[in-house]
């Protein structure tokens, strides 16, 4: 398996060390009375963000849950393998304010931040109207201190939109994968770009750097931070809600499938997380990453896991999937899904654009390369009638539309 990995082979890798989800879970620091209380933080911040982004409809920002059946055709046709069950995506990158499935974690972060200042200074209480919090008053309040994060592009343009729109300096250190047209979206929202010619990591490092020492200032951890990881576990509530209103049952006679696209791991790691809370075994949950960045996987099957990087293995770090482009996995994601999830494959990017374009071509679905990872996902393990697959399509509604036909060509 490292032999492949290291060859840039796409591999089809089971998780051997995979525990019931009631025994990981158990010893887990994080419970289902945390994703709640993110929940319900989002609930008491959803007038304050209709009234900056009246798109979200009821400032909640969720994304649709819909059937792709022209899809499934389509990969059963070119890859000449039926697909037993049903393919449905979860459109991430739909998800409005940032387009990309970072809009859940990055947001929430920011929005508890905003509220601990508030809080703490007692300018609200919990049983207030949070829309105050978006008057002049407290934007110039909040623009005494700073956020920072480092970003290969989506999380950056979800922490620096909502940053820069309560008031806060904000600054997106942004590694060489990130594309022009993010850097110049963020700049044209308020936030500071700094860019680097290394990869992912030295981006967080100098954001990590540039907040030491100053009390005001927040750094935005997308390797270890648990409100990050808790904003987007809130997905799995949605995700409930969403096949209930569709009569999808999930049992041991209806078992759901998730294909997680996969960079540091935090937003899949915490997806998985919210969906084994939930679900429990009855959910498989599988990372996906290309060829070319395959850190959550390398690290899981040495046994390594945030002790590597790509690149000790001869792995370059380059590929179209930028939102994955990452040389190092999260440590707080790699110790839970040691145990947590049931496998995972890696993706090349010829495979990426070819399924980018048969998605649009199909169903009129406009999603960027790294989205595309999850859709090979129910060609690669043997299924039921009865199975529901879920391709998670991260992010991509943002891509100028020049930049889209690039990609389709």
């Given at each position: 398996m490292i032999r492949k990995i290291k060859e840039l082979q796409p591999i089809i890798w089971d998780n051997p060390l995979k525990k019931s989800a009631k025994e990981v879970l158990e010893g887990f620091s994080l419970k289902f009375e945390d994703i709640e209380d993110a929940e319900n933080r989002l609930q008491r911040f959803a007038p304050l963000l209709y009234k900056y982004f009246p798109e979200t409809e009821d400032g909640?920002?969720?994304?649709?849950?819909?059937e792709l059946p022209a899809m499934k055709t389509a990969l059963e046709h070119t890859y000449s393998k039926k697909i037993k069950g049903r393919l449905y995506g979860k459109c991430d990158n739909q998800l409005k304010i940032a387009g990309s499935i970072k809009a859940r974690g990055g947001i929430y972060e920011v929005l508890k931040f905003a509220e601990t200042i508030a809080l703490e200074n007692q300018w609200i209480t919990e049983e207030d109207n949070y829309e105050v919090l978006g008057e002049e008053t407290y934007r110039k309040r909040f623009s005494r201190y700073k956020i920072a994060v480092g970003s290969t592009g989506n999380l950056g343009l979800s922490i620096g939109i909502i940053s820069a729109t309560?008031?806060?300096e904000v600054t997106v250190h942004m590694s060489r994968d990130a594309k022009q047209w993010k850097k110049d979206l963020l700049r044209e929202k308020?936030?500071?770009?700094?860019?680097?010619?290394?990869?992912?990591?030295?981006?967080?490092e100098e954001g990590r750097k540039a907040c030491m020492g100053d009390e005001k200032a927040h750094f935005i951890d997308d390797e270890n931070s648990k409100d990050l990881f808790l904003g987007y576990s809130v997905a799995a509530l949605r995700l409930k809600k969403d096949l209930e209103r569709n009569k999808i049952s999930v049992d041991q006679k209806h078992p759901l499938r998730v294909y997680l696209p996969c960079g540091v791991g935090g937003?899949?790691?915490?997806?998985?997380?919210g969906l084994k809370t939930?679900?429990?075994d009855f959910v498989q949950c599988y990372f996906v990453e290309p060829t070319h960045a395959p850190?959550?996987?390398?690290?899981l099957v040495t046994g390594k896991k945030e002790k590597l990087h790509i690149k000790d293995y001869g792995i370059d770090n380059i590929t179209e999937a930028d939102g994955l482009a990452v040389g190092k996995p999260s440590k707080m994601v790699s110790d839970l899904s040691e145990t947590l999830i049931d496998g995972g494959y890696t993706i090349e990017d010829e495979t990426l654009l070819l399924l980018l374009k048969t998605l649009y071509q199909r169903e009129k679905v406009k999603i960027e390369p790294s989205a595309a990872a999850g859709?090979?996902?129910?060609?690669?393990w043997e299924d039921t009638k009865e199975t529901t697959h879920i391709a998670w399509l991260t992010g991509g509604d943002l891509i100028p539309e020049k930049e889209f036909e690039k990609l389709l060509q």
């Open positions: 909640i920002i969720e994304s649709p849950f819909v309560l008031g806060f308020g936030a500071r770009v700094v860019e680097y010619q290394e990869d992912y990591g030295k981006a967080v937003a899949p790691g915490g997806i998985a997380f939930i679900f429990k850190c959550m996987i390398l690290g859709l090979l996902g129910p060609l690669l």
